[in-house]
């Protein structure tokens, strides 16, 4: 009874403990559902922060790109725009942020959205004024210039939409689609179109330039201007040529401001790239911190959970022993009670024999077998002895086994139950499935560095290749160029030979030269007097000439060639005698025709002055009449003053210039 009750107790408690276990399972298998997503949410987050430090990255090295892209457009820009103007815009943007001004809506080039082709026309047209700023009244265009004049930075023209009025002009329709207005294809907001007409409405770009001299022709109050910038303006003006469109403004201008805000939209992603990897990085600590928490968690519940299952072992343990003791009590019972009763049995049976005679029944037979018996008796019973002895050896052997079933197999059996039951193999399934995805990520970053080594590696090969060939095209140029030294050399010894011929040729030809001066001037016929004839015989003549010529050392050889070039002087001097006076002519007849025109605008405008001095004066005194006239010189008074002032020349020009106009009149004063 006592070992019952126990048992019973034992039951329950190993009962508590397996819902223990079975509750720590569970938590167990939530536990590791719980770190498989944080771990899945980290590595989510590690990937997502390796795109973002590689975006930015990529950003970083377009921005740098874009930025030497930028400065080399706003260094054409600077290029193309006078210092002045260019200072005079950045201080305007930088005073307008500065005092918050309203009203300033840019550069006129920033207003206008003009066609590739009308591009040159644009540019030729507008000039600087494409870099006029437009405001919206002239309060804000004066305070901008106060404010410029103030700190003394640039200058820049400005125009108010208030003050602006829109040309009204008279376009020629004659030529159809061949001459549109400029303005007509350029494209601004309406508020903005009296700033784009009052530079660009007063011309028509022409499709040829034959329209456009037709255009210039037929008096239209316009300027014409082909697409290739050539203007001709209504006053009979022409102007054009090449144009740089890499120097244009207008392009130059728009590629920076292109390029400003493509810089801008780089560095806003890198920051938002940066940012997006610095948040990663925080979130990547809390979610480290959560794997962290939800190991130890992992950990502590698996600690308590081996605690229980070796409570519960051990319980398994303890009641197995105790069933054990008690089967066996009750195994020792039963063969006590049945041992009892064959005692019993026995005793009634020996009872009953030794009431009666044991040999009075049995008959001849029988007793000569008892007899025979008795000795086999004695060996039956020492083989029930070593059979009772072999039985205590097995049951001993028994023991020992069940000894160890219960104390080391039962309870491997209970923990390979345990290990099989479903919240084990849940939270195995778990553990199973975060390796694999671990090991995915693994080999997803595996294959991306084999892609990247096998790229390199090609990449490697070719820069191989490109090297072998260079290599090679290098070696064959060190033999060209040993080959070229070697052309060079005998060229050169070549060359040295030919220049020490060349100095025996002029040293000889200068000798020649020598001997021929010394001959002095020949006449043609002496040229060809001599063609023909042997060296010989012409050295032998030339002996005889020369020693015929030893008698007249004394005369001067060279005075035919002197006499020959003073003669050529003497008419080069005369006819450009004859040049001056021609000259001359020509300059005292514009003299003459230029003191005509003077005298007459001094005369048309001594009218109008007298005109104009009759109507004051007789405003200011009533009544009253008053006159300028002008006091003229005499002719003969001139010439004298002339005499004694200039002399002989200004008396000459005087009677020159009186030859072409008649008498001409001089003027001493004004009297009233």
């Given at each position: ?68 892209e930028y400065n080399q457009a706003f260094e054409a820009w600077q290029r193309a725009v006078p210092r002045e103007v260019l200072e ?444 023909g004839k042997d060296a010989k015989a012409l050295h032998a003549a030339l002996r005889k000439v020369q020693g015929e010529l030893s ?122």
């Amino acid at each position: 009874a006592e070992l019952s009750t126990a048992l019973n107790d034992m039951s329950s408690e190993v009962g508590d403990k397996g819902r223990l276990v079975s509750s720590l399972t569970e938590q167990i298998a939530a536990a590791d559902a719980e770190h498989a997503s944080a771990k899945a949410e980290r590595n989510e987050a590690l990937d997502a922060r390796k795109a973002a430090w590689e975006q930015a990255d990529e950003l970083s090295e377009q921005h740098k790109a874009a930025e030497a892209e930028y400065n080399q457009a706003f260094e054409a820009w600077q290029r193309a725009v006078p210092r002045e103007v260019l200072e005079g815009l950045l201080a305007t943007e930088s005073l307008r942020r500065q005092h918050g001004l309203k009203g300033v809506a840019g550069c006129l080039v920033d207003l206008l959205d003009v066609p590739p082709q009308l591009v040159a026309a644009a540019d030729v047209v507008a000039g600087n004024q494409l870099f006029q700023v437009v405001v919206e009244d002239d309060g804000v265009g004066l305070r901008l210039v106060e404010l410029l004049n103030r700190q003394g930075r640039g200058r820049v023209t400005f125009m108010p939409l208030n003050r602006l009025q829109a040309p009204d002009v008279a376009y020629p329709r004659q030529w159809g689609r061949d001459v549109e207005p400029l303005h007509k294809y350029m494209k601004c907001a309406d508020k903005y179109a009296k700033a784009m007409q009052q530079v660009f409405g007063r011309f028509v770009v022409c499709k040829d330039r034959a329209t456009m001299e037709a255009v210039a022709a037929s008096g239209a109050p316009v300027d014409a201007i082909t697409l290739d910038g050539d203007i001709m303006r209504r006053k009979g003006t022409l102007s054009g040529g090449y144009v740089n469109h890499a120097r244009s403004k207008f392009n130059t201008y728009k590629q920076h401001k292109q390029l400003e805000v493509r810089l801008k939209e780089l560095e806003a992603a890198k920051e938002a790239a940066s940012s997006r990897a610095d948040q990663l990085g925080q979130d990547i600590l809390r979610l480290e911190a959560a794997v962290t928490a939800a190991e130890e968690a992992r950990k502590g519940l698996r600690k308590q959970l081996a605690q229980a299952k070796a409570a519960v072992d051990a319980g398994r343990g303890d009641s197995s022993k105790l069933t054990a003791q008690l089967h066996e009590a009750a195994a020792a019972q039963e063969e006590a009670d049945r041992q009892l009763q064959e005692l019993t049995r026995q005793i009634q049976v020996a009872e009953a024999e030794l009431a009666t005679d044991m040999h009075a029944g049995l008959t001849a037979a029988e007793r000569r077998e008892l007899a025979q018996l008795q000795p086999a008796l004695e060996g039956l019973a020492k083989e029930l002895t070593a059979a009772r002895k072999a039985r205590n050896q097995a049951q001993s052997q028994v023991t020992k086994l069940q000894t160890r079933l219960d104390s080391n197999l039962l309870k491997r059996m209970g923990q390979l139950q345990a290990a099989a039951s479903q919240p084990e193999l849940a939270g195995q399934r778990a553990s199973l499935q975060s390796l694999q995805q671990d090991l995915a990520r693994a080999e997803s970053a595996l294959a991306d560095v084999e892609g990247r080594l096998a790229a390199v590696e090609a990449r490697s090969e070719e820069l191989s290749k490109e090297v072998r060939s260079l290599t090679a095209g290098c070696q064959q140029l060190r033999e060209a160029a040993a080959a070229g030294s070697a052309a060079a050399a005998e060229e050169g010894r070549a060359a040295a030979a030919l220049d020490t011929r060349q100095g025996q040729l002029l040293a000889r030809c200068e000798d020649l030269a020598r001997r021929i001066r010394e001959l002095g001037s020949l006449s043609a016929e002496a040229f060809e007097k001599y063609q023909g004839k042997d060296a010989k015989a012409l050295h032998a003549a030339l002996r005889k000439v020369q020693g015929e010529l030893s008698k007249y050392s004394h005369v001067n050889k060279k005075a035919l060639d002197q006499f020959a070039n003073f003669t050529e002087q003497r008419q080069e001097l005369s006819r450009r005698v004859d040049e001056v006076q021609q000259s001359e002519t020509k300059i005292r007849e514009l003299i003459a025709a230029l003191d005509m025109r003077k005298n007459e605008a001094i005369e048309r405008t001594f009218k109008g002055v007298a005109k104009n001095f009759r109507e004051v004066f007789a405003e200011l005194v009533p009544g009253g009449k008053g006159e300028l006239v002008m006091q003229r010189r005499k002719p003969g008074e001139e010439e004298s003053e002339e005499e004694e002032g200039d002399g002989q020349p200004a008396a000459a020009a005087a009677a020159a210039a009186g030859t072409a106009n008649g008498v001409l009149e001089r003027y001493s004063g004004v009297k009233v």
